[in-house]
């Protein structure tokens, strides 16, 4: 159906999408793809205005990765949120000693 139907770009893949990993795809149409047994066919799925039917053919288990190997995007990721934190406070403090006069 989907070669002869689908305006997607695997259209010529028979609307095959590959492997899927996580937050790869919509969230209504990861909720119904990983929770699906393998085999199984879903019913039509409308979302923002296209249809899809999909079948999972295989599930590869997840890997867990060591803390070495994800330190620097946690330090990173810390480092952002309190470089945020601390712009919202000087935001917040900027705009209560602020004078606005509107006309």
């Given at each position: 159906m989907a070669q002869v139907y689908s305006e997607d770009s695997t259209k010529d893949n028979g609307g095959d999408w590959g492997v899927i990993e996580r937050?790869?795809?919509?969230?209504?149409?990861?909720?119904?793809?990983?929770?699906?047994?393998v085999g199984r066919i879903s019913n039509?799925?409308?979302?923002a205005?296209?249809?899809?039917?999909?079948?999972v053919e295989?599930?590869?288990?997840g890997?867990?990765?060591?803390?070495?190997?994800?330190r620097a995007d946690i330090e990173k990721k810390l480092v952002q949120e309190e470089a945020q934190q601390i712009q919202?406070?000087?935001?917040?403090?900027?705009?209560?000693?602020?004078y606005i006069k509107t006309f």
């Amino acid at each position: 159906m989907a070669q002869v139907y689908s305006e997607d770009s695997t259209k010529d893949n028979g609307g095959d999408w590959g492997v899927i990993e996580r937050k790869t795809l919509a969230e209504p149409l990861e909720k119904f793809a990983f929770n699906m047994p393998v085999g199984r066919i879903s019913n039509i799925i409308d979302y923002a205005g296209n249809y899809y039917i999909l079948k999972v053919e295989d599930k590869h288990g997840g890997s867990t990765k060591s803390l070495n190997e994800v330190r620097a995007d946690i330090e990173k990721k810390l480092v952002q949120e309190e470089a945020q934190q601390i712009q919202d406070r000087w935001i917040a403090s900027l705009r209560q000693k602020a004078y606005i006069k509107t006309f």
